[in-house]
């Protein structure tokens, strides 16, 4: 089974993607350093050098391949679902997450960080929160499963997203940690 994480940047779908595969005990794949391996260089250098339609293009192609391996759990980058080609790759080849978080919830978290582009502006919660507006219905679209953030764990998180494809049948019940077990596991 191939599980694809989508959603904001900043949401967590790394983090939480890297601990859903050692859970599922699968390999994980994030987009974003698969294409920086390709590009040989950070996707902030390449997208400012050939511009977001050069950019667009070469994720699809990586979202495509990917989605052709159909096992492990898939960190998609935060616009990855503005294509049409993206988006149905990942619904129809893969059971796709979305980590939804609040634009104040994601500003939270990032407010500090230098590297993010996405925030190296002058009102970058404003910036958010138009992103937001715009990406999640396509989120939505993409999505078989949408799991609200909020401020839980990332074993919470982790906990969430293992039950909601437990009840769907789609994994066993025994990779799922019970709530006692999760307890433990949090700082």
Known sequence: ????????????????????????????????HVIEERIGGSIRDYF???GEA??????????????????????????????????????????????RSSAEEIYRRLRHDTHRPLLQVPDPLRKLRDLHRERDPLYRRSA?????????????????????LELAGLVDASVVPSPVDRARLEP
């Open 1 to 32: 089974m191939l599980l694809s994480l989508v959603g904001m940047p900043g949401g967590g779908k790394s983090t939480v993607g890297r601990h859903l595969a050692r859970q599922l005990g699968v390999p994980f794949v994030d987009t974003d």
């Open 48 to 50: 400012a050098q050939h």
């Open 54 to 99: 050069v950019f667009r293009n070469l994720e699809e192609q990586v979202i495509d391949e990917l989605t052709r391996n159909g096992t492990g759990v898939l960190a998609t980058g935060g616009g990855a679902v503005l294509r049409e080609a993206n988006r149905q790759a990942l619904h129809s080849r893969s059971t796709v997450i979305y980590l």
């Open 144 to 164: 078989h499963f949408v799991i609200e953030t909020g401020r839980p764990s990332v074993p919470a998180l982790v906990g969430m997203v293992l039950m909601q």
